[in-house]
């Protein structure tokens, strides 16, 4: 119960989290996108009402052991030919009026028990009863055991712990849901606020380009460069607007494309550039051993506990065939009191039980009436084919979640050497650019003195500050995928809530979701 007490914590977001649905948003950190994604997000939300239709279905299998109160009432007539010589009358004719209340409840042993007030008003023209109209009432007490097949505990509360298991399994896939929507919205925004950052290269590019033909014009003007100089620089600002009306539009989807998952609640004041820092200092972040990762991320990956969950469903749902391979022998046994009452007929002696309804219960306290009776009941089809086959396709169900919990493990362990090798190359490309970087601005800057000294040329100005202004959006987009890889890397492992400061309590039965 423990794995899945966060199963429905997001349920709680609506009072948990400090934003409000009927405005836009700005957030200003990861953390508060995050949140925002957590509690507007059409694709949770849908799966907020999955896990609690889950809790219904449970509800719904629980009720097979309520009790049941049952009432029935009914007239019937007869007339039917008839001849005796001790009547002149030619027809049997009799009224019937008839009513019954109980209330019955199958318990989790197998056993059903029924209680019922049975009364009943009839009259008929037969003057060997010396009662008419006469009231008759019954109380009787009907029980039947199951005695192999259905019976125990087990047995007969499979649907419900199934349904026990598949709400938890909806809790977890909708937590699994609520994981891969912060990965996805953490890579949105890191590729966003990235996006953000080279814009804000290629306008100083194209500032680049703008003062260099700016110069260039009047160093033609003045004779000291041929036009195509000029032309070039003309050329050259030309494509880095284009570059950056491309860089824009990239943004605008990508913004789009976050808004979507946050059901579009970013505001237009909504700037990305707030949500990674791309100027501090990145350091190396220490892997753990490789086996305690994998054992770490295998008792935290939900989706092992999904289809552990699965393989417990699986092996109640081969218990419980198991059980009905047996012949059906159930124990009956019924007792009941009853009592009479009437009115006489005008041929009769004085009956000592004339009197109207009421007193037919007077007599049924008494007992002036019984019946009970005892049996077994044996049901077993000839060679119980279907009942066999049931067996077989739990059998083989339980196998194949069995390999699927297998092949999970496999793929856990593969996704962390991938992430692993990611972080290594990613954290390697991260310093490599971090040096081309400060090697093209150096280039740059040597190239710039020469061209202030003449010794230079458009072309190679051209080309110099495309080097500095493409190792610094290297830099940008290498940061952006270490950001990424370490993302990655704690998803594989389990711990993407830790990640972001998501911390779940239960505390006196209510799930409550702090720091967020």
């Known amino acids: 119960m423990r794995d899945i007490i966060i199963g429905i914590f997001f349920l709680c977001c609506c009072t948990q989290a400090t934003f409000s649905l009927a405005a836009n948003q700005n957030p200003l950190s990861m953390h508060d996108l995050i949140a925002l994604g957590l509690e507007t ?22 009720s097979a052991f309520d009790k049941i109160i049952f009432a029935s009432t009914g007239y019937e007539r007869f007339s039917t030919p008839y001849e005796s010589s001790y009547t002149t009358s030619e ?40 009662l008419d109209s006469r009231y008759r009432t019954a109380l ?4 039947s055991q199951p005695l192999l097949r259905n019976l125990g505990t087990s047995v007969n509360t499979t649907r419900l712990e199934i349904s026990k298991k598949q709400h938890q399994q909806l809790s977890l896939e909708y937590l699994l849901q609520a994981q891969n929507l912060i990965l996805q919205i953490e890579a949105a925004a890191c590729q966003l606020a990235a996006k953000a950052q080279i814009i804000t290269l290629h306008q100083e590019a194209l500032s680049l380009s703008d003062e260099l033909y700016l110069a260039n014009k009047k160093r033609f003007v003045s004779g000291f460069i041929p036009i195509s100089e000029v032309q070039e620089a003309e050329t050259a600002l030309a494509s880095r607007q284009l570059s950056l009306s491309m860089a824009i539009q990239e943004r605008d989807l990508l913004q789009e494309k976050l808004n979507r998952q946050l059901n579009n609640r970013l505001s237009t004041e909504f700037e990305p550039a707030t949500l990674v820092d791309f100027e501090y200092d990145i350091k190396a972040v220490p892997i753990p051993d490789f086996e305690h990762l994998v054992e770490s991320a295998q008792q935290k990956r939900l989706e092992l506990k999904i289809n552990n969950y699965a393989v417990q469903s699986s092996s109640l749902q081969q218990d419980y065939l198991r059980n009905q ?15 009479l009452s009437g009115n006489e007929r005008s041929s009769a ?7 109207g309804w009421l007193d037919s219960f007077s007599s049924l ?39 699927r ?8 362990e593969n996704d962390l050497k991938q992430q692993q090798v990611n972080i290594s190359h990613t954290e390697e490309q991260l310093r490599i650019t971090e040096r081309f970087e400060l090697l093209a601005k150096k280039s740059f800057q040597q190239e710039q003195r020469r061209l202030d000294e003449g010794l230079s040329d458009t072309f190679r100005m051209i080309f110099f500050q495309q080097k500095m202004i493409e190792a610094k959006i290297d830099r940008i987009n290498a940061i952006t995928r270490y950001h990424l890889a370490l993302a990655q890397m704690e998803f594989a492992a389990g711990n993407i809530f830790e990640r972001h400061n998501i911390v779940v309590t239960n505390k006196i039965g209510e799930l409550n979701l702090e720091n967020i």
């Open 405 to 412: 919990h297998k092949n999970l493990e496999a793929i856990i």
């Open 349 to 355: 002696s004085s009956s000592r039980y004339s009197g």
């Open 91 to 130: 027809k049997s004719s009799s009224e019937l009026f008839l009513g019954q209340l109980g209330i019955r409840r199958n318990f989790m042993s197998g056993l059903s028990v029924s209680m019922s007030l049975n009364s009943e008003w009839a009259t008929d023209n037969d003057l060997s009863n010396d």
């Open 365 to 403: 306290s008494e007992a002036d009436g019984y019946q009970w009776r005892t049996g077994l009941e044996f049901t077993m089809p000839l060679g119980n084919r279907s009942a066999k086959s049931r067996y077989r396709q739990a059998e083989l169900q339980l196998k194949q979640d069995k390999y």
């Open 41 to 62: 997000n059409l694709g949770l939300q849908i799966e907020v009402v999955e896990v609690e239709k889950g809790g219904e279905e449970v509800e719904i299998e629980k």
């Open 140 to 143: 009787s007490l009907d029980l």
């Open 325 to 339: 391979l047996k012949p059906q022998l159930d124990l009956k046994f019924q007792a009941g009191v009853n009592g």
